[in-house]
């Protein structure tokens, strides 16, 4: 495979920088696309890695899912541009957003509004204090996060057709919570298999412990790139 597909984005969340490494030197060029969130960034010198994955000709994508008041959310997001980034995840308060993208004008830097995690369920947002629920709540943020500018949304595959509908074809629908067939949900509560998602409207699938934690991380990524072409052949029969 010399193409990768760059709708896969791989997370890298480990506690050290030589695992990261060793795993993004064992997938070679089947992965383009690596996601750097809070483990790596706060344990494991994971700016430097996405930095030395930048240099390397790889896109990072930084899961820090900033909020702030707007001139910290606003230094944050020049500093993450200066690296050469792909994606940067802000959550989807509309004045952080707009501070964002202000700070991201001139660069490559996309940004990602941060919906409702795929970890939370109606009972969580419940306990929160939200009084939407998680269907209604990701499409306020959606609807504020096209208002304010921002490249795209995060969400559960759940909601990817409806932040679609919203959206149209010019903002970036990425998710979360994606298992291939036969994996278990984990800790997350809103798992997708990679051809649901694609069938629903994502752009790209964030993909971490089906990858990074199996015995075979080659082959479970061959098996998320098949599930992906497969489903690639279903939407074009169905249009």
Same mark, same amino acid.
């Given at each position: 495979?010399?193409?990768?597909?760059?709708?896969?984005?791989?997370?890298?969340?480990?506690?050290?920088?030589?695992?990261?490494?060793?795993?993004?030197?064992?997938?070679?060029?089947?992965?383009?696309?690596?996601?750097?969130?809070?483990?790596?960034?706060?344990?494991?010198?994971?700016?430097?890695?996405?930095?030395?994955?930048?240099?390397?000709?790889?896109?990072?994508?930084?899961?820090?899912?900033?909020?702030?008041?707007?001139?910290?959310?606003?230094?944050?997001?020049?500093?993450?541009?200066? $690296?050469? #980034?792909?994606? *940067?995840?802000?959550? =989807?308060?509309?004045?952080?957003?707009?501070?964002?993208? &202000? %700070? @991201?004008?001139?660069?490559?830097?996309?940004?990602?509004?941060?919906?409702?995690?795929?970890?939370?369920?109606?009972?969580?947002?419940?306990?929160?204090?939200?009084?939407?629920?998680?269907?209604?709540?990701?499409?306020?943020?959606?609807?504020?996060?096209?208002?304010?500018?921002?490249?795209?949304?995060?969400?559960?595959?759940?909601?990817?057709?409806?932040?679609?509908?919203?959206?149209?074809?010019?903002?970036?629908?990425?998710?979360?919570?994606?298992?291939?067939?036969?994996?278990?949900?984990?800790?997350?509560?809103?798992?997708? $298999?990679? #051809?649901?998602? *694609?069938?629903?409207? =994502?752009?790209?699938?964030?993909?971490?412990?089906?990858? &990074? %934690? @199996?015995?075979?991380?080659?082959?479970?990524?061959?098996?998320?790139?098949?599930?992906?072409?497969?489903?690639?052949?279903?939407?074009?029969?169905?249009?």
């Amino acid at each position: 495979m010399n193409n990768a597909d760059d709708r896969l984005i791989v997370a890298l969340d480990f506690s050290s920088r030589s695992k990261a490494e060793q795993l993004v030197e064992k997938l070679g060029d089947k992965v383009c696309f690596y996601k750097i969130g809070y483990q790596m960034v706060y344990g494991a010198e994971g700016i430097e890695l996405g930095r030395q994955l930048i240099k390397s000709g790889k896109q990072v994508f930084f899961d820090l899912k900033l909020l702030d008041i707007d001139n910290t959310v606003a230094k944050a997001v020049e500093a993450i541009a200066k $690296t050469g #980034a792909s994606m *940067l995840t802000i959550h =989807a308060y509309p004045q952080a957003m707009t501070a964002a993208v &202000t %700070a @991201a004008k001139g660069s490559k830097l996309s940004l990602l509004a941060v919906s409702v995690l795929t970890s939370m369920d109606e009972n969580d947002l419940m306990e929160a204090g939200y009084d939407r629920d998680v269907e209604s709540l990701v499409g306020l943020r959606a609807y504020q996060a096209k208002e304010a500018g921002m490249n795209g949304v995060v969400c559960s595959a759940f909601e990817a057709a409806l932040v679609k509908k919203m959206l149209g074809d010019n903002m970036a629908i990425v998710t979360p919570g994606i298992r291939p067939e036969g994996e278990t949900a984990g800790d997350q509560k809103r798992v997708v $298999t990679p #051809a649901d998602a *694609l069938s629903w409207g =994502a752009t790209n699938l964030v993909v971490g412990r089906p990858i &990074t %934690a @199996a015995v075979d991380p080659v082959a479970a990524t061959y098996k998320i790139l098949d599930e992906m072409s497969m489903a690639d052949l279903a939407i074009k029969e169905t249009k």
